[in-house]
């Protein structure tokens, strides 16, 4: 994220605001869909602003990536955990280093959406 540059603003201030982001990304094979999600760490002044009825931002999160594959079949029902595999995970401390990761794991930050405009079930 570095300058902001890479990413859509409104993504980028999502995640200043401790929203979950995902991308859809290539799955192990056709009987399978995979994600990734950016999970904002939340801590007690977040708390503190939910109770108070609102937001807090703060550029100074770290962040949660996993990477998720899930049963085609279990997807549209309550038990999209049943055969669900965590392919992998990583924490990144800031910024800077959730770019490095997703550009290790060859995922551009253009592709992070809202989880409500994906298929994710989660």
Known sequence: MNDGSDWPTDKLTAL?????LVAEVPESR???RA???IRPAQGEPDVQA???G???SDTERSFRLEH???DLEQMDGFDHDLGATLIASADAPDEPELSTL???WGIQP???AHPWETDDPR
């Open 30 to 32: 056709p009987d399978r």
């Open 110 to 112: 253009g592709l992070f």
């Open 16 to 20: 200043g605001l401790g929203r979950r």
């Open 102 to 104: 997703l550009t290790a």
């Open 54 to 56: 609102w937001v807090r």
């Open 68 to 70: 998720w594959e899930y």
């Open 35 to 37: 994600f990734v999600d």
């Open 50 to 52: 939910r109770d108070e």
